[in-house]
T-cell receptor, first 115, second 111 residues
């Protein structure tokens, strides 16, 4: 079964450093998402991306965050200057269509620890 | 804004039924979902229910929706050790295709 893959699975970074989390969505999917889950808290929506632009974003997704689809297969989340509170599991997801009935497929997550 | 709440842990004996509960606040929710996350894996859609339905059954899984109380439950019959995972409740409000998730309920199945 096709799957969404994420790298790295775990990254430790120093506060203030830039981090790039990478994702390879399912190949025929057109909609891409990033979610995050801080330990013990809810899975929170960050951003959705379609046709090479952001289609929707949450309040969490401020100027420190950016997304990019650099080469037609990867989908990246960049955090410019990490803060301690950015420590979380970051999930990438993709879907074929923009529809509530359409299945969103999630990756295994990238665990980011900011020290 | 919308909010989804669920208890953090549920422990059941193998062979018993598990019932995982969820409450939500958005009365305009159109679709409600249950996702499962096994250790080391991503969130996997288990089942969903449209808001005009009360119940949906799929093999060992039964989803019950009480719209009046904004309460969603997932019942797993004959729970097995392989059902041990984190179960996330999620909902899409009217007009949105992006689900809002709860914290997840860790289901622990013991012999």
């Amino acid at each position: 079964e096709p799957e969404v893959t994420q790298t790295p699975s775990h990254q430790v970074t120093q506060m203030g450093q830039e981090v790039i989390l990478r994702c390879v969505p399912i190949s025929n999917h057109l909609y891409f998402y990033w979610y995050r889950q801080i330990l013990g808290q809810k899975v929170e929506f960050l951003v959705s991306f379609y046709n090479n632009e952001i289609s929707e974003k949450s309040e969490i997704f401020d100027d420190q965050f950016s997304v990019e689809r650099p080469d037609g297969s990867n989908f990246t989340l960049k955090i410019r200057s990490t803060k301690l509170e950015d420590s979380a599991m970051y999930f990438c997801a993709s879907s074929q269509k923009e529809s509530v009935r359409n299945t969103i497929y999630f990756g295994e997550g990238s665990w980011l620890t900011v020290v | 804004g919308e909010d989804v709440e669920q208890s953090l842990f549920l422990s059941v004996r193998e062979g018993d039924s598990s019932v995982i509960n969820c409450t939500y606040t958005d009365s305009s929710s159109t679709y409600l979902y249950w996702y499962k996350q096994e250790p080391g894996a991503g969130l996997q859609l288990l089942t969903y229910i449209f808001s005009n339905m009360d119940m949906k059954q799929d093999q060992r899984l039964t989803v019950l929706l009480n719209k009046k109380d904004k309460h969603l439950s997932l019942r797993i019959a004959d729970t097995q050790t392989g059902d041990s995972a984190i179960y996330f409740c999620a909902e899409c409000e009217g007009g949105s295709y992006i689900p809002t998730f709860g914290r997840g309920t860790s289901l622990i199945v013991h012999p």
